[in-house]
């Protein structure tokens, strides 16, 4: 063991912000950081070192997949037999078998990124609705207070339930970070009181974000998708491989000129990054034992040939400002025709490049990895998420969904914007479902809104607790693993600065 990973690992045991949980995955991930058995060529290396090619911290040797999505109906009809559990009879017994597979369910983040469609998983036990009530909300309050990433991601919807209103009402009181939410919001099968209410619970506690249920079952091909970890789309009884992102801003600083970048920089950086997706896939499918040997396969709640790898990409709007020399805000990303015209034509391209590769290791999708808007991580600075518009920078809110709009559709694996609202629309919740549904209308697959009041605030495709972020910016540790990437992003990225909506 080199000096260096000898301080390192040093420093963790050392780190009093950090919970015993958080030291644990730390050291896991140091020991991993040892081994070297991926075959990866020196351009690719190149493109690594550089930065332009992110691995999105997932280790040098993939043992689990990044993203799981169980069938969790498998759970509620046959029980499991690995884990000795019946099938349930009651809520207590639904709740509580729940909360003993999400246990057992790896992740990237060892915590289970995806818990169900919950409402529709508890409806068939609620009959009566205090009771339920009482064991919804202990079942959250566990899942907060236990599964402490705030990337474990439930769904509700489409349609209104008394489940699904029980565990609206649950996320208000309770006030959590843990678990994120999306709804799965059609205005023709979602009832209108069913969506108010997902608005009023989002400007309190930034969530349930608000899927376009409509739009992802035509590209899924199915009903049975799943919105994970940030904002993942995926099917369920599948899940992805591996995230590896593609930096834009930083290798449009490696082209001349925008042909340059467009003919040669990006095709060849994008065709490396698919190899190398391709490289950790192999060795998760043929040498790791995961797939050969966990009984989340064994007993049918993941299917291997429903897995797919995701390549992400961030930093559109920079790639196109530094390649337009755009200084001026009439000409930058957001605002001028030529600059959206640029971030759509990259968006085309980067598609056509990865629609057009085959893995051998890929059985859905037409065999291709997806591309990902990935939500960006807590060390970027002047690099925004996926396509969106840099904070700071966003037009006002009819302009901004419009200019959004056209690259959502690019996007299946996941993309989204945010709006953040004043405290006044919380009487006028009609509004923020009329934005909703002309957004989605105008082809927005994702978008979330929270209020300036709160506590709970959606940092980029993840929630955290400012009152927690300050605890840690005190020097105490705080159980939300997420709090220390929401604090870096509020610095770096200028996360809690998004425009106010009034």
Request: hydrophobic letters at 40%.
């Amino acid at each position: 063991m080199g000096e260096t990973l000898m301080e390192q690992v040093l420093n963790i045991i050392k780190n009093e912000t950090l919970t015993y949980n958080q030291q644990v995955l730390q050291l896991a991930g140091q020991a991993e950081s040892t081994l070297n058995v991926l075959n990866i060529d020196e351009e690719t290396k190149n493109l690594l070192d550089k930065e332009i090619i992110c691995t999105m911290f997932e280790g040098n040797a993939p043992y689990r997949p990044r993203y799981i999505i169980p069938n969790y109906e498998v759970l509620m009809k046959k029980g499991c037999k690995f884990l000795d559990l019946d099938a349930p009879t009651d809520i207590w017994e639904a709740t509580n078998s729940l909360l003993i597979l999400y246990k057992h369910v790896p992740s990237i983040t060892s915590y289970p990124v995806y818990l169900g469609n919950i409402d529709t998983l508890l409806e068939p036990f609620v009959k009566d609705e205090e009771e339920a009530y009482k064991a919804i909300k202990l079942y959250l309050k566990h899942i907060d207070r236990s599964l402490t990433d705030s990337f474990v991601h439930a769904n509700i919807g489409p349609v209104d339930t008394k489940a699904g209103r029980l565990i609206l009402k649950a996320m208000e009181e309770l006030q959590c970070a843990v678990p994120n939410l999306t709804v799965k919001y059609d205005k023709d099968l979602t009832s209108k009181e069913f969506a108010k209410l997902c608005a009023s619970t989002a400007l309190v506690t930034a969530k349930p974000s608000f899927a376009n249920h409509k739009m992802d079952v035509k590209d899924f091909g199915t009903e049975d998708y799943a919105l994970a970890s940030c904002y993942n789309g995926f099917i369920i009884g599948g899940g992805g491989y591996t995230l590896v992102r593609l930096v834009l801003s930083r290798l449009a600083e490696t082209a001349e000129s925008v042909e340059d970048f467009l003919e040669n920089k990006l095709p060849f950086a994008a065709k490396k990054m698919l190899e190398y997706i391709d490289e950790r896939t192999k060795f998760l499918v043929e040498e790791a034992a995961f797939f050969k040997s966990n009984f989340l396969v064994k007993e049918g709640f993941i299917k291997k040939e429903l897995f797919t790898g995701m390549f992400g990409m961030v930093g559109l709007a920079e790639a196109v400002n530094h390649l337009l020399k755009a200084t001026n805000q009439e000409d930058r990303f957001g605002h001028s025709k030529v600059a959206n015209d640029l971030g759509i034509k990259i968006i085309e391209i980067l598609n056509d490049i990865v629609t057009s590769y085959k893995s051998k290791y890929v059985e859905c999708f037409n065999g291709n990895h997806v591309l990902h808007a990935q939500v960006g991580i807590d060390t970027d600075t002047g690099i925004s998420p996926g396509c969106r518009i840099p904070v700071g920078e966003e037009p006002e809110l009819f302009e901004h969904i419009i200019q959004s709009a056209p690259y959502h559709k690019y996007f299946f694996n996941g993309i989204g914007d945010i709006f953040v609202f004043e405290e006044t629309y919380k009487n006028n919740l009609e509004a923020i479902i009329n934005v909703i549904d002309g957004a989605f209308e105008s082809g927005i697959r994702y978008t979330s809104v929270y209020s300036d009041s709160c506590d709970v605030v959606r940092v980029t495709g993840y929630l955290v607790k400012k009152s927690e972020v300050a605890e840690l910016e005190s020097g105490k540790a705080v159980k939300n693993n997420a709090t220390v990437f929401g604090m870096n992003a509020k610095n770096g990225a200028k996360a809690f600065d998004r425009r106010l909506r009034k």
